[in-house]
């Protein structure tokens, strides 16, 4: 038999009713009905009614705090699919079964969440939108990520795009391939994901590198094994692409060079190799944060090969604090190959000189920038003393192989010179004016900034920065007699 009665409440009960009203979608007599159920429990052991709610007190309490404490310190790691499952449960088939499920979630004790869905397909979306309310941020960030994932798993929906507006997150997914599904949720909710795991795996080895480098205060740099390896035993240019091809995990010369600046810019300076890169259209800004200038050199040298090697010229002028990178013309690509493809010959010097006039050759028409011209004359130089030590079997450079050497030379750039020792570690060369600057009129001046910087690379291999090379007349022209000091 059902009885109706009116009942009669104010404004403060029907407030207290609201989770209820919502719970039963504003059916009062379901609310009532619940009501009763509970009176009747609590009066039948009165005792118990308070323990439970002294308990819930304390219980809310601590659950909630750990629960915030939690997620607010794993940020940035996804939860397993295990746990994806027990949360949201096997039931849910649609994206408005998924919303019906996380509200109910949400609207328990701890969570305090809601959430909203839309899509243009309840069962196979191709595309959906979720808007996570809350007044704690990183809980819903955490129902966010619980939403990228079983979404991903069920409906093969990556994430596009996440907004945080006020109190809600506002996350767009879309169909796509399951990498790029993966890697979507990786990139906005687990870019922790893998420094976490390798933490747990090694946390010996991780608290004493942690430990390390803030007592260094981050004044550190991380370089592989191998470059580690070929900087103790000397050589002039240790591999510097191991890193970069592992971190874009494609080799330097597949990878596209907007995209190569870009990594760069993120990797190089965390590495500890550099400050930081300003990347503007045609140049680069390298803040080096280095003191020594054959150092300096060195590391300007290293960024020059490996733009060279992505299929970039640069020209490049240090300063104390920066070092400045200006793209070269397109004529500097086909010098970089031609260069790179000089072999070693049977006869190492005087075969050189074909090769070499069809380079200076090419430097007619290209716009008079001492600084791209020396840079190809010196890695030219670079290439040719390196075949003749090949050939040669030089492993180490002293004044004697390297006056041999100069005397040999002089014969590819046709020029009138003699070379000495003054001391043990000081060669002294007179140059005279060469044949290639004296037989080109107007692109004389220029031919001669490339023969410099073939003298420069020689230098440079054999015995290190070029700053140790000086010249008395700065100028090599037509009429001009050199007097070149080489100290090593």
Not at 299 to 320: H, K, P, Q, V
Not at 435 to 463: P, Y
Request: neutral net charge.
């Amino acid at each position: 038999m059902i009885l109706r009665k009116n009942i009669s409440l104010t404004e403060d009960y029907l407030k207290k009713l609201e989770p209820l009203m919502k719970k039963h979608k504003g059916n009062l007599s379901a609310v009532i009905r619940e009501m009763i159920d509970l009176a009747d429990a609590a009066f039948a052991d009165p005792d118990s009614v308070k323990r439970l709610i002294s308990g819930l007190k304390k219980e809310q309490n601590l659950t909630s705090s750990t629960l915030i404490w939690a997620l607010k310190n794993l940020e940035g790691r996804l939860p397993d699919e295990e746990t994806v499952h027990n949360i949201i449960g096997s039931e849910v088939s649609s994206i408005s079964s998924l919303e019906k499920r996380l509200n109910e979630m949400g609207s328990e004790i701890y969570w305090d969440c809601s959430v909203k869905s839309s899509s243009d397909n309840d069962i196979k979306p191709n595309n959906a939108t979720f808007i996570i309310t809350g007044k704690n941020m990183d809980l819903n960030t955490y129902m966010a990520a619980v939403v990228a994932v079983f979404a991903s798993k069920k409906h093969n929906l990556g994430v596009i795009k996440v907004k945080n507006v006020n109190n809600s997150i506002e996350m767009d997914m879309g169909a796509g391939e399951e990498e790029w599904s993966r890697k979507s949720i990786t990139a906005h909710f687990g870019h922790l994901e893998e420094a976490f795991s390798e933490l747990y795996k090694k946390p010996d080895f991780w608290s004493i590198i942690i430990s390390l480098y803030i007592k260094m205060n981050y004044d550190m740099v991380a370089i592989s094994r191998q470059f580690f390896e070929e900087t103790l035993t000397g050589r002039n240019s240790p591999r510097f692409t191991i890193c970069v091809e592992r971190f874009c995990d494609s080799p330097v010369n597949r990878i596209p060079p907007d995209e190569l600046l870009k990594k760069i810019a993120v990797l190089y300076p965390r590495m500890g190799i550099i400050k930081n890169i300003d990347i503007n259209k045609d140049s680069l800004i390298i803040h080096h944060g280095l003191s020594e200038p054959e150092a300096i050199k060195k590391l300007t040298d290293m960024f020059t090969e490996l733009l060279n090697l992505n299929g970039r010229t640069y020209g490049a002028t240090i300063s104390e604090n920066l070092i400045v990178m200006k793209l070269q013309p397109e004529v500097g690509k086909i010098l970089t190959r031609m260069i790179d493809d000089l072999k070693p010959r049977d006869s190492p010097i005087a075969d050189y000189r074909t090769d070499l006039l069809k380079m200076l050759d090419m430097l007619r028409n290209v716009p008079s920038d001492e600084d791209f011209i020396k840079t190809f004359g010196s890695k030219f130089g670079k290439k040719m003393i390196q075949n003749y030590e090949k050939d040669k079997k030089i492993d180490r450079w002293d004044a004697g192989t390297f006056l041999k050497y100069l005397q040999e030379a002089g014969a590819i750039i046709g020029q009138d010179s003699k070379w000495g020792s003054v001391s043990e570690n000081v060669i002294r060369g007179e140059i005279n004016a060469s044949n290639l600057i004296k037989s080109n009129g107007d692109n004389g001046a220029t031919n001669g900034m490339f023969i410099n910087g073939i003298f420069s690379g020689w230098v440079s291999h054999a015995f290190g920065d070029p700053s140790k090379m000086v010249y008395k007349n700065q100028v090599m022209s037509e009429n001009t007699q050199l007097e070149v000091y080489i100290a090593i």
